[in-house]
């Protein structure tokens, strides 16, 4: 069995509680860790300084493949996530 905690750092507290996941290895657990971190940064995209794609592209002046590609690091930059095997 594996946990997984997930969250965003900086300002945001970091990862939150441990949670129970059904997956099957830890590669599975990894990816739901990340599919759940990467929920939570989009549920703040546009807030407390994270940036919509609009907005990179309007600030940094670039089409929309560009921003994407900045979102993603910027998005990288931010989220943590832990797996652990019980």
Do not use: P
């Amino acid at each position: 069995m594996f946990q997984i905690r997930y969250g965003l750092g900086g300002g945001f507290g970091g990862c939150g509680d441990w949670e129970d996941t059904d997956a099957k290895n830890y590669a599975q657990a990894e990816d739901y860790a990340y599919e759940k971190a990467c929920e939570d940064y989009e549920s703040y995209v546009g807030l407390h300084g994270l940036r919509t794609l609009e907005e990179i592209m309007e600030e940094e002046d670039v089409d929309e493949e560009v921003a994407q590609e900045e979102s993603d690091q910027e998005r990288e930059s931010w989220i943590n996530f832990e797996v652990r095997e019980i």
